[in-house]
Nanobody, 115 residues
Framework: QVQYVESGGGLVQPGGSLRLSCAAS????????MHWYRQPPGKEREWVAL????????NYLGSVKGRFSISRDNAKNTIYLQMNSLKLEDTAVYYC????????WGQGTQVTVSL
């Protein structure tokens, strides 16, 4: 079955950096574009970034453009989210998911940006 295991979150000060990882399994990884989403405390889950199956095309939420970078390693069935210049408002649980209409989610990884 489809599974996602997110990792790499933690507590960081504003201006700091984190690199998130998402290991996917249970499907042909190279057949799918992949997304990162996040859910801030008390808010709805929102889309953050997309990477196509080949990794050639990426797209970002406006508020993270220029600070976050999505990448993938198809040999490891893993995507990454490099987050730089973190802001308080980046605090959220971060999730990855393949680009389809399914409702399968991983457990997420908590990112807390705090003074």
């Amino acid at each position: 079955q489809v599974q996602y295991v997110e990792s790499g979150g933690g507590l960081v000060q504003p201006g700091g950096s984190l690199r998130l990882s998402c290991a996917a399994s249970g499907f042909t990884f190279t057949d799918y574009a992949m997304h990162w989403y996040r859910q801030p405390p008390g808010k709805e889950r929102e889309w953050v970034a997309l990477i196509t199956s080949t990794g050639i095309v990426t797209n970002y939420l406006g508020s993270v453009k220029g600070r976050f970078s999505i990448s993938r390693d198809n040999a490891k069935n893993t995507i990454y989210l490099q987050m730089n210049s973190l802001k308080l408002e980046d605090t959220a649980v971060y999730y990855c998911k393949r680009a389809d209409s399914s409702t399968v989610w991983g457990q997420g990884t908590q990112v807390t940006v705090s003074l």
